[in-house]
């Protein structure tokens, strides 16, 4: 099994800065992608972005050049930094893995964003 624990979360001012990480624990051998979800209220979970170990990343539209992801395969950890936040972006951001696009079975809990003045 797999075990993924986010942090970095918390209640920033609108075009603030947050990094959210995700270290990841367990059967570290199943893990190739590794991404950032989010669900805002009352609207479905959406992808915001993932990488491969290769490095190879791809985002969702609404947060492409605003939000970076990263990783540190030695660390077994994924980052998500995210800048000129919008109160839109405001969601639990959860962390997700697995060894391909189409198979990722793996979550945290999730941590908390409020974008809000």
């Known amino acids: 099994q797999v075990q993924l624990v986010e942090s970095g979360g918390g209640l920033v001012q609108p075009g603030g800065s947050l990094r959210l990480s995700c270290v990841a624990s367990?059967?570290?051998?199943?893990?190739?992608?590794m991404g950032w979800y989010r669900q805002a209220p009352e609207k479905e979970r959406e992808l915001v972005a993932r990488?491969?170990?290769?490095?190879?990343?791809n985002y969702a539209d609404s947060v492409k050049d605003r939000f970076t992801i990263f990783r540190d395969n030695a660390k077994n950890t994924v980052y998500l930094q995210m800048n000129s936040l919008k109160p839109e972006d405001t969601a639990v951001y959860y962390c997700?893995?697995?060894?391909?696009?189409?198979?990722?079975?793996?979550w945290g809990k999730g941590t908390l964003v409020t974008v809000s003045s």
């Open positions: 990488i491969t170990r290769a490095g190879i990343s």
């Open positions: 997700n893995s697995g060894p391909g696009y189409t198979d990722m079975p793996y």
């Open positions: 367990g059967s570290i051998f199943r893990i190739n992608v």
